[in-house]
């Protein structure tokens, strides 16, 4: 119970899943301090979009947490369909209110990368030559995740790849990864681009 609490503190500090918190937090601020209705019946209505709007994110993160890869991949699906949901009713308030926040949502892509995984694991950080002279030795299996930081994709994966080599890591069997974002070169070797394999 420690470690998993300990997890959702970290990942909460850690300024990518910080940022995030303060903008969900800045849209009641904005709608009840700069927002003025010209009738009670259009604030009315504005709550029930609200409502349908917060009830209809809550049965897709359901649906997606009963299909959960990580804990990462489960909250960077949350954030992107909370940010959709934030843009829509944002327009229903004011275009301003929508132009800031895209801006915002530009900025937080910009500046805020998802963190990596950062727990246990038995994995060896390899560079393209090191991947190969271990392949050629030929005494054991590798199982190798190439990934890159500019990938969310490849981010969301490192737990569960984590995870894999603290359960399954034998003296044939190994875990490695290969970083393509500073070999670049080692892609088009194996075949690979960041949207999958060739």
């Known amino acids: 119970m420690g470690r998993w609490w300990g997890g959702w503190v970290g990942l909460c500090v850690h300024p990518y899943y910080a940022m995030h918190a303060l903008t969900f937090i800045s849209y009641p601020l904005l709608r009840m301090f700069v927002v003025r209705f010209p009738s009670p019946a259009d604030g009315a209505l504005l709550i029930k979009w609200e409502l349908q709007a917060v009830l209809s994110l809550s049965i897709v993160l359901m649906i997606k947490y009963a299909k959960l890869i990580s804990l990462e991949?489960?909250?960077?699906?949350?954030?992107?369909?909370?940010?959709?949901?934030?843009?829509l009713l944002a327009f229903m308030l004011d275009p301003r209110i929508l132009a800031w926040y895209l801006v915002n949502f530009a900025v937080l892509?910009?500046?805020?990368?998802?963190?990596?995984?950062?727990?246990?694991?038995?994995?060896?950080?390899?560079?393209?030559l090191q991947l190969e002279n271990e392949l050629?030795?030929?005494?054991?299996?590798?199982?190798?995740?190439?990934?890159?930081?500019c990938s969310t994709r490849c981010i969301q994966s490192t737990g569960l790849f984590a995870d894999l080599s603290l359960r399954y890591s034998k003296a044939n069997l190994q875990f490695a990864r290969v970083d393509l974002g500073r070999f670049p070169?080692?892609?088009?070797?194996?075949?690979?681009?960041?949207?999958?394999?060739k």
């Open 109 to 128: 892509f910009l500046l805020f990368l998802q963190p990596f995984y950062s727990g246990p694991e038995n994995i060896s950080y390899l560079t393209p």
């Open 185 to 197: 070169h080692a892609a088009a070797k194996y075949g690979i681009t960041f949207g999958g394999i």
């Open 73 to 87: 991949a489960f909250l960077a699906d949350a954030l992107l369909y909370g940010k959709g949901m934030l843009a």
């Open 136 to 149: 050629l030795n030929g005494s054991q299996l590798w199982l190798v995740e190439f990934g890159a930081a």
